[in-house]
């Protein structure tokens, strides 16, 4: 089997199990969404929503195939991801965690190096920079990388240090059909994100 055939083969595999989003609630299009602290987004369209925390993952067609990964305020120590409970210490969580008064380069490093503990292979960012998120100044970040599985994927992040805390938006997708499918609606749910006039710190 050709490379191209083993991940179409893998494409068709991910779509099999989605005759329900189990754990997911809906976001409805058109309306604004409460995402925590002040902070909302409106979609266009409907999106599936799962809340874990302050990680909040949507997706239209399935995780493993787009997702948008709102990262919700983590503080000084914390990590990024959601990490689900692992039997070890401490000391031994090789995650980065986000910190204090990092730049906007620490931030683009602590971004890289978790997703090569999460084993995204070949990650090349093709664009780094100063941005608007939310109104406020952040940062914006588009990337491309493979899964374990030899799937090739797209990726678009935005996001902003408020009030010493880190938000961000991650959209992330299938480089055949599944990015493009969802691209536009991130872009106008990254435009309507907004911080409250006061944010809490």
Known sequence: ???RLKRFAILIALLLPLGGCVGFTLAKGGEPI???DGVSVQPPRDWNRMSIGKYEYWTLDGLRLQNI?????VEDGENIVFRRARNEEPEKDTFPKFKKGMTLLDIRELLETTWARQEFHRTRVTKFGPAKFGGRDGFEMIFTFDTKDGLEM??????????????MAI?????????????KDFRKIIGSYRFPARPSS
């Open 1 to 3: 089997m050709t490379a």
């Open 69 to 73: 990964l709102f990262v919700k305020g």
């Open 154 to 167: 797209r990726g678009w992040a935005v996001g902003a240090v408020v009030g010493e805390r880190l938000f």
């Open 34 to 36: 409460d995402m925590g």
């Open 171 to 183: 959209y992330r997708g299938t480089r055949i059909h599944f990015y493009e499918r969802g691209e």
